[in-house]
């Protein structure tokens, strides 16, 4: 069966870092668009970045300015998502997906196959 099991979330403090991973299994990772989510408490779930399956082209979410990076290596069937210069307002649950979705439907989390159960990353002010 498929999974998507993320890691990498923790407490940091506004201004700092993380490194999130998105281990897949049970499907042809390579075939496969990823992209990460992310959902505050009461707040709907809103897109963070994509990257196409061959990994040379990618999205970001508006608010991103640079400061996140999605990459994957494919020959470790894992995604990852680099978040800098994190501000409180982005604490939440960061989930990754993954589906084979076109490029109209890559900021819907409905149009995603697969999804993990996410990581928290809380940003301290």
């Known amino acids: 069966q498929v999974q998507l099991v993320e890691s990498g979330g923790g407490l940091v403090q506004a201004g700092g870092s993380l490194s999130l991973s998105c281990a897949a299994s049970g499907l042809t990772f390579s075939a496969y668009h990823m992209a990460w989510f992310r959902q505050a408490p009461g707040k709907e779930r809103e897109f963070v970045a994509h990257i196409f399956y061959y990994g040379g082209s990618t999205y970001y979410a508006d608010f991103v300015k640079g400061r996140f990076r999605i990459s994957r290596d494919n020959a470790k069937n894992t995604a990852y998502l680099q978040m800098n210069s994190l501000q409180p307002e982005e604490t939440a649950v960061y989930y990754c997906?993954?589906?084979?979705?076109?490029?109209?439907?890559?900021?819907?989390?409905?149009?995603?196959?697969?999804w993990g159960r996410g990581t928290q990353v809380t940003v301290s002010s």
């Open positions: 997906a993954a589906g084979p979705v076109t490029k109209s439907g890559i900021r819907i989390p409905e149009t995603y196959d697969y």
